[in-house]
C-alpha cells in the first residue's frame, strides 16, 4: 500500500511538473511571438495597442499627408526583403533603409513614436513589425479606404541590409512582376490588388520623366501613353527640371484610396511603366476589369486589398527565436 502510494505521487507530481513545464513554454512562447500571427494576439497584455497606433498616425498623417503613402510603401519594402519583420526600420549606413529605393520613404517617425508610447503602456511586448503593419492598415483607413483586422505577433528582424533589397521596379514588365509577387507567395490578383495601393502617393520625376520626352532612346513620348496626358507631366517634370520633384502615381486623385488609379491604368494616364503594362497582359487586363465592375465575376477592390495586405503581412515573418522585440525600432537591441 505504501509503495503503491508513493509510485502514483510520483506519477502524479512528474506530471505537474511537466505541464507546468509545457504552460511556462506556452506563456513564454505567446509573450514572445512563438506561434502564426492571429487577431487579438496581445490579449490584456497590451489592449490598447491599436487604439495606440492609429491615433500616433492619424496625427502624424494630419501633419503631413505624404507620411500616408509613405508608410504604407515602407510596409511593403520590408516585408518584400527577408519578411515582415521591421528590419527596413534600423538606422544605419549599410541597412535597407539606406538602399536607394527606400531613401524616399517617409513616416518613419509615425512608427518610433507609437513605438515610444507603447513602451509606456506596455513595456517589451508590442514588436517595431507589427507597429507597421497596423500604421499600413490605419494610412488606407485614414485616405478613405476600407479597413480590416490585422493579426499580430510578429517578432522583429535582427538583420538588416541595403544589399538584400531587390525590389519590383518602375520598368518592370508583367511576366517579371509576376515572378517577384510570386516568389513572395503572392498570385496575379494580389499584384494587381496591392498595385492599386498607388493609388496614393507620388514618385520621383527621375523616374518617370524618359517615358514621357525620350522613350527608350527614340526622342518622343511613350506612344501608349495618352498624348493628352503628357504635356501635364512634361509640365510636372521638365526635361532638365529637378529629378526628386514628387509626381502623382495617381492623378487627380492621389490623396484619396479608391479605384481611380486603376481607372487611369486603363485609360493609359499613369506615369510608371510598370503600372501602364498591366493594362496589355490578358490576366492583370481582365483583373483590372473585374476590380472596376466592367467584367464579371465582379470584385470589391477594398476587400480583395484588405485580403492581399493581410496576406502579404504574413511574408516569412519572425517568431520564436528567430526575432526580438526592439525597444527602439531604428536600433538592435
Known amino acids: 500500500m505504501g509503495r503503491g502510494y508513493d509510485l502514483l505521487f510520483s506519477l502524479v507530481t512528474f506530471l505537474v511538473l511537466v505541464a507546468a513545464v509545457t504552460a511556462q513554454g506556452n506563456r513564454g512562447s505567446s509573450r514572445r511571438g512563438g506561434r502564426t500571427p492571429r487577431v487579438g ?11 495606440i497606433v492609429s491615433s500616433v498616425v492619424r496625427s502624424h498623417v494630419r501633419s503631413n499627408p505624404a507620411n500616408a503613402p509613405g508608410i504604407l510603401r515602407m510596409h511593403f519594402h520590408d516585408c518584400f526583403v527577408r519578411g515582415c519583420d521591421g528590419s527596413i526600420l534600423l538606422a544605419g549606413n549599410t541597412t535597407e533603409r539606406n538602399a536607394i529605393p527606400n531613401r524616399s520613404l517617409r513616416g518613419f517617425e509615425a512608427i518610433e513614436e507609437a513605438k515610444a508610447r507603447l513602451e509606456d503602456a506596455c513595456p517589451g511586448t508590442v514588436s517595431c513589425a507589427d507597429i507597421l503593419t497596423l500604421a499600413a492598415r490605419d494610412v488606407v483607413v485614414l485616405t478613405g479606404g476600407q479597413g480590416w483586422r490585422v493579426p499580430l505577433g510578429r517578432l522583429d528582424g535582427r538583420i538588416s541590409q541595403a544589399s538584400d533589397v531587390i525590389l519590383p521596379g518602375p520598368f518592370d514588365s508583367v511576366d517579371k512582376q509576376k515572378r517577384d509577387f510570386a516568389a513572395k507567395t503572392l498570385n496575379t490578383l494580389d499584384l494587381v490588388t496591392l498595385v492599386g495601393g498607388h493609388t496614393i502617393g507620388t514618385a520621383g520625376c527621375g523616374l518617370v520623366r524618359g517615358r514621357f520626352f525620350n522613350f527608350n532612346g527614340t526622342g518622343q513620348p511613350d506612344p501608349s501613353i495618352d498624348p493628352s496626358f503628357v504635356p501635364l507631366v512634361q509640365a510636372r517634370c521638365p526635361q532638365n527640371g529637378d529629378a526628386t520633384t514628387r509626381v502623382d502615381l495617381d492623378a487627380g486623385s492621389a490623396g484619396r484610396f479608391d479605384t481611380s488609379f486603376l481607372r487611369n491604368v486603363r485609360s493609359s494616364r499613369v506615369v510608371l511603366q510598370s503600372d ?7 490576366e492583370t487586363r481582365a483583373i483590372i476589369e473585374r476590380l472596376l465592375g466592367l467584367r464579371f465575376p465582379f470584385l470589391r477592390f477594398g476587400s480583395e486589398f484588405a485580403r492581399s495586405m493581410i496576406k502579404m503581412s504574413l511574408i516569412e515573418v519572425k517568431t520564436g527565436s528567430d526575432g526580438e522585440i526592439r525597444r527602439v525600432c531604428s536600433a538592435i537591441n
Open 41 to 51: 494576439f496581445y490579449g490584456n497584455r497590451c489592449r490598447n495597442v491599436e487604439s
Open 276 to 282: 501602364l503594362v498591366l493594362w496589355s497582359d490578358p
